[in-house]
């Protein structure tokens, strides 16, 4: 009997983890959905609704290099970064995560033809991921 126990509980436990794991995965892909049709879209408003208070950003295109700038200036530069470079395709590149850390590289391809590589980190705070760090360097 206390062997069915044992057993039912650790088989309780293991249901448990894996829906919180499955839970914090599909939240993850949600966000990483978000991100892209933001990008693809050229929406600097709903991509900076995922950025930490305060990020690095850097366009070399644009000469934009801020170590440090806040939300809602990036989210005006990335407004303008949008108009100048109108969107056709972004797509996912590589992707990983190490330590509350996700980083992804991807292609962001503009209306004329050329195309950006893009760089971006995500930190996990608070069980949702925020943006810390965006980069844009044009092929």
Do not use: W
């Not at 996700?102 to 930190?123: D, H, K």
């Not at 996990?124 to 044009?138: G, Q």
Request: with cysteine; hydrophobic share 40%; glycine share 8%.
């Amino acid at each position: 009997m206390k062997n069915s126990k044992n057993i039912f509980f650790t088989l309780f436990v293991l249901c448990t983890l894996c829906g919180f794991m499955s839970g914090a995965n599909s939240r993850e892909a949600e966000i990483a959905e978000i991100i892209r049709g933001s990008i693809k879209t050229g929406n600097a408003h709903t991509l900076a609704g995922h950025f930490e208070r305060h990020l690095e950003l850097v366009i070399d295109a644009e000469q934009v290099d801020f170590r440090h700038v806040g939300e809602g200036q990036a989210e005006l530069i990335l407004k303008n970064f949008f108009k100048k470079y109108p969107p056709k395709d972004f797509k996912y590149g590589f992707q990983g995560m190490a330590s509350k850390v996700r980083y992804c590289t991807a292609t962001y391809q503009v209306a004329n033809g050329s195309n950006f590589q893009v760089y971006i980190l995500m930190r996990v705070t608070d069980k949702d991921y925020r943006i810390n760090t965006l980069h844009f360097k044009k092929e």
